[in-house]
Nanobody, 121 residues
Framework: QVQLVESGGGLVQAGGSLRLSCAAS????????SGWYRQAPGKQREMVAI???????YYADAVKGRFTISRDDAKNTLYLQMNSLNLGDTAVYYC???????????????WGQGTQVTVSS
């Protein structure tokens, strides 16, 4: 079972940027697709971005063009660069590793504890 620890969340003004990191322990991280989800108050958890081992990516429409997902398998670390943040991006962001290396039909297998991102006006 992979262990995931997110960091990098915080309070930022609208239009600003944040970079989230997710440190993974365990060998399965490098062999699976991984990604970021988020959950805003009163809403369901939603997929934000997914990346495969070879760099195939998926982005939710709401973040396309503003967020960039990347991974460094040598460091067992997943990243999410978030630019042009708006109030709608306020949520707890969760790191996840999937059950396979497929971006399509991604199924989360492990979750981190989450990191809060708050965007203020």
């Amino acid at each position: 079972q992979v262990q995931l620890v997110e960091s990098g969340g915080g309070l930022v003004q609208a239009g600003g940027s944040l970079r989230l990191s997710c440190a993974a322990s365990g060998s399965t991280f490098t062999s699976k697709a991984s990604g970021w989800y988020r959950q805003a108050p009163g809403k369901q958890r939603e997929m934000v971005a997914i990346i495969s081992r070879i760099g195939g990516k998926y982005y939710a429409d709401a973040v396309k063009g503003r967020f960039t997902i990347s991974r460094d398998d040598a460091k067992n670390t997943l990243y999410l660069q978030m630019n042009s943040l708006n109030l709608g991006d306020t949520a707890v962001y969760y790191c996840t590793v999937g059950t396979s290396d497929y971006v399509a039909n991604f199924r989360p297998a492990s979750w981190g504890q989450g990191t809060q991102v708050t965007v203020s006006s």
